[in-house]
């Protein structure tokens, strides 16, 4: 009777623990360049990414002192002047994938609409956008990209640098995301 | 019109001292980023210490080197895990050990990873 309960019991947590796909090496970058100057962009191969395959339910980590920039001088800035890394290492973003159905999933992009909240310098915006997923080898391919503007999260623009800086600010997203086990 | 000596040698000398300028402008404004081999840890322990002290060791800031000895306990492409709660992820070389090794590894301290529960590390180098 013991070891019925006992395997009535492993069944039970098995059947519920929920299936998860994940990165610890998202790619994340994103591109603020205005034509005829020198280009501002940056990426970052740290990004956390888990997706709930059962619900859909999808969260990002990334530390801002990840994005790599060409220009070392200019990394600096925009930890130091612009995203204030000190105060806020982090931007973050939980969501959910709309009609997600991992059962459904091909080798070919589908897109999927997405709506969460995405947190810069501890500053809230709601997303509401599109992304691309598809099933490879075993992992979930998430693809996608949004535009934000430095305003959403009351990053500053100095003067005298501002022509230089989009206001709109191109990200882009490659996550591989593999079975958690 | 030929230029007298005496202006020829002050375009002379302007043309040296702004190319001069321009020289060392650009090499502050374009100069390469420091790399993990060149700045010295400011942090040295192993990787169970390092956990304990991350809390209230006050020299453990986000973005510094630091230099921890620990276990290898899961690999994954371009990066280690030790002791399961350390994420480094190296910048150049393939990771060509396996799990549970002992080893040395440097690298840049960017912050707790909340989803993961780990830390994480990245532009890590193998001590040894």
Known sequence: MKSLLIFVHVFLSLGLSAQKFYTKTGITGFKASVEAFESVEAISKSTTAILNAENGEIAALIFVKSFHFDVALMEEHFNENYLDTKDFPKATFKGQLNDFDINKLTNAWTEFKITGTLKIRGIDKVINNVINIKMSNGKIIVNGFLVVSPSDFKIEIPGAVRSKISNEIKVTMNYELVEKK | ?128
């Open chain 2, 1 to 128: 019109m030929s230029l007298s000596k005496r202006n020829k040698s002050i375009l002379t000398t302007t043309f040296i001292v702004s190319v001069f300028l321009l020289f060392i402008i650009t090499k502050i404004l374009y100069a390469p980023h420091k790399k993990t081999i060149d700045i010295e840890a400011s942090y040295k322990g192993n990787a169970a210490d390092f956990i304990t002290d991350l809390g209230s060791d006050t020299t453990i800031k986000i973005g510094v080197i630091i230099e921890i000895l620990g276990e290898v306990t899961l690999l994954v492409d371009s990066a280690v895990t030790i002791n399961n709660r350390i994420f480094c992820q190296f910048s150049n070389q393939k990771p060509s050990f396996k799990i549970g090794d002992t080893l040395v590894v440097k690298g840049r301290y960017i912050g707790y990873d909340d989803l993961m529960e780990e830390v994480k590390l990245d532009n890590c180098i193998l001590k040894q």
